[in-house]
């Protein structure tokens, strides 16, 4: 699956640019974090149809890339996330970054992950019998 | 080899020959200076100099400069030699950095300028066979106007475009199939900026040939510039006070500028002392002119730092080359005592993989110390989702600009096109130590 981050000043309003634009044309986030250094964040989300939305950003002079990231289903219970993680750790494969988010019907979690080789660690995880999110609707 | 001479009688005269008409024409100039310029006259009183004692071309570094403040204490006419009714045209230099100054042409003078440029549009690889599309502001700017009676003299077909309406400039690119392109360098960036949004495809135009002058540029910008561009760059130089666009140019080898050291004699001297410095030392650029009526210059200072390479090119030209202008005097920073020009940095920003070359340098003061910040803008190709390469991307640039110029700066990565795009001279230093200084 396809994230879209964009590259934020740090300056007040820089976000709110991003958010004012994604109203606009009535985008629909499904999930986001936004990472910060004390000079520029990075704001990284999940929407439908992120190759239009990126090319569209850009338009508007974002800077903004569509980057290869894992959903995974989560059970929601104690250990669940640990459970996926021990999986990744086994096989040497290390997380870049991870974000989580509730499916709308509230029975599920979901984590989103960034990971060097995503060919690799979902191939593992399949196997693990981890469910593995490919697309996201609505 | 492309032969493309125009003066081939001058451009490639030996040394001996050029001596001999240089200080004919030198003895000349100072006459008309001493009786037709009473502030040169002046200076030279002053200094206690006969001027019939110049007797070789050495001597004329006993003579006193001509310094653009001398210029601007005489606005408007005291620069000129010549009664108004011999002055056919009247330019004035922007006075973008105080009080404006002014030169006037006779006749011959602008029938020399015109040859002037055409040798030198010649020597770049202009023909009578192109179109060239002259971007450079046409008015009081000598640009305009002396790059198109030169590439009228040459027989190239003009299309005086001036400068500005970017989207227009495109459309008469690719319509009139232009082949030549005339402005500043930072225009061409702008320019190519607003093709790609354009969806210019390239192949489709006869677009060939850049003459970039009219403010320094570096060498990573020719190599930026003829990566955007389907063009050969090359680098004119000229200042309207000495007579415009016209006094140097690259030839097809890009190894220096040609002087048309018929015209005018270069000098290189020392910042501080104004002492004469050898060839191949970097110094202030310094001018005489030997043949204009009506504003002659004797030592005039451009605050253009250069050196001279006197040995022959490979293109054949014996006439002096001057090494490209990146910096100007008046452009030294001062930070916490080291001194850097702005396109030291240039070198270092754009010597990075899919970095701009839109950058902005902030100077400040933060508890009483020099604080450098240099913007440069992150392009979407670039871009790296996880923080840490952009972490190190910009750790990297800190790291080069300390090691090799001995400067603390931050490097601050920011949103493309969020620096104002030039479509003229770019300003790429903002200084805010002296406003806090003067309150």
């Known amino acids: 699956m396809k994230q879209i981050s964009v ?17 606009e044309w009535s985008v629909n986030l499904r999930a986001l974090s936004l990472a910060d250094t004390a000079d520029f964040g990075v704001l990284r989300f999940i929407v439908e149809k992120p190759e239009q939305l990126v090319e569209r950003l850009r338009k508007e002079n974002f800077t903004a890339t569509l980057t290869e990231i894992l959903v995974v289903g989560v059970e929601d219970r104690p250990g669940g996330l640990a459970h996926i993680v021990e999986i990744l750790t086994s096989h040497d494969i290390s997380i ?33 019998k981890a469910s593995l999110l490919d697309e996201i609707t609505i | ?100 100054t002014v030169v006037g042409y006779t006749r011959n003078d602008i029938e020399i300028w015109s040859q002037l440029l055409a040798r030198t549009l010649a020597g770049c690889g202009v023909t009578e066979q192109d179109t060239i599309q002259i971007a450079f502001g046409y008015g009081l700017f000598t640009g305009g106007l002396g790059v198109h009676y030169g590439a009228e003299k040459l027989g190239a077909t003009v299309v005086p475009m001036s400068s500005g309406n970017t989207l227009r400039q495109i459309q008469i690119l690719k319509d009139f ?33 850049g003459i970039f002058g009219a403010e320094p540029w570096s060498e990573e910008m020719r190599v930026e510039i003829e990566k955007k561009l389907p063009i050969q760059a090359f680098d004119i130089y000229g200042l309207s006070e000495v007579i ?68 022959e090119c490979q293109c054949g030209r014996t006439i002096v080359r001057m090494e490209r202008v990146t910096s100007r005097t008046d452009d030294m920073l001062i930070i916490r005592g080291v001194n850097v020009y702005p396109s030291q940095i240039e070198s270092i920003i754009l010597s990075f993989d899919g970095i701009e070359p839109y ?4 100077i400040s003061k933060e508890n ?72």
């Not at chain 1, 509730?102 to 593992?124: L, N």
């Not at chain 2, 030839?251 to 002087?259: A, D, R, S, T, V």
């Not at chain 2, 190190?392 to 300390?402: D, P, Q």
């Not at chain 2, 931050?410 to 003067?438: F, H, N, Q, T």
Request: charged share 25%; proline share 5%.
């Open chain 1, 7 to 23: 590259f934020l000043e740090n300056k007040p309003g820089s976000l709110h640019a991003v958010l004012a634009k994604l109203k």
């Open chain 1, 96 to 128: 870049e970054y991870l974000y989580a988010f509730v499916s709308p019907q509230g029975q599920k979690a979901y984590v989103v992950m960034r990971v060097e080789d995503v060919q690799a660690a979902s191939e593992i995880l399949r196997e693990a």
């Open chain 2, 1 to 100: 080899m492309i032969a493309t001479f125009w003066d081939e009688n001058y451009e490639l005269m030996p040394r001996q020959n050029l001596e001999k008409i240089q200080l004919n024409r030198l003895k000349k100039v100072l006459t008309r200076a001493y009786y037709n310029l009473p502030y040169y006259r002046q200076k030279i009183d002053q200094a206690g100099i006969d001027i019939n004692d110049v007797q070789s071309l050495n001597d004329l570094r006993h003579l006193p400069f001509t310094t653009k403040q001398d210029l601007r204490n005489v606005y408007p006419f005291g620069a000129i030699a010549e009664p108004l009714k011999n002055i056919v045209r009247i330019h004035s230099s922007s006075g973008s950095t105080g009080r404006a």
């Open chain 2, 177 to 209: 199939q232009i082949t030549v392109l005339c402005c500043t360098p930072s225009y061409a960036l702008y320019l190519s900026e607003a093709a790609k949004e354009n969806q210019i495809d390239w192949s489709q135009t006869a677009f060939r040939l």
């Open chain 2, 244 to 311: 415009g666009p016209g006094v140097a140019f690259e030839c097809e080898f890009h190894q220096g500028l040609h002087i048309s050291e018929d015209c005018f004699i270069p000098e290189i001297i020392d910042i501080q002392s104004g002492k004469p410095l050898p060839p191949g030392k970097s110094g202030e650029l310094v001018f005489t002119t030997l043949t204009k009526e009506g504003t002659p210059l004797i030592r005039y200072r451009t605050g253009d730092i250069s050196s001279l390479n006197y040995e």
């Open chain 2, 359 to 362: 950058y902005q340098i902030l």
């Open chain 2, 368 to 439: 009483f110390l020099d604080k450098i910040e240099v913007e440069v803008e992150v392009s979407s190709e670039m871009f790296s989702d996880e923080i840490k390469v952009l972490e190190t991307l910009r750790k990297n640039i800190e790291e080069k600009i300390k090691a090799e110029l001995n400067l603390a700066c931050s490097i601050k990565l920011i949103k493309p096109k969020s620096i104002i795009r030039s479509e003229s001279k770019a300003k790429r230093v903002i200084d805010l130590r002296k406003k806090e200084g003067s309150l």
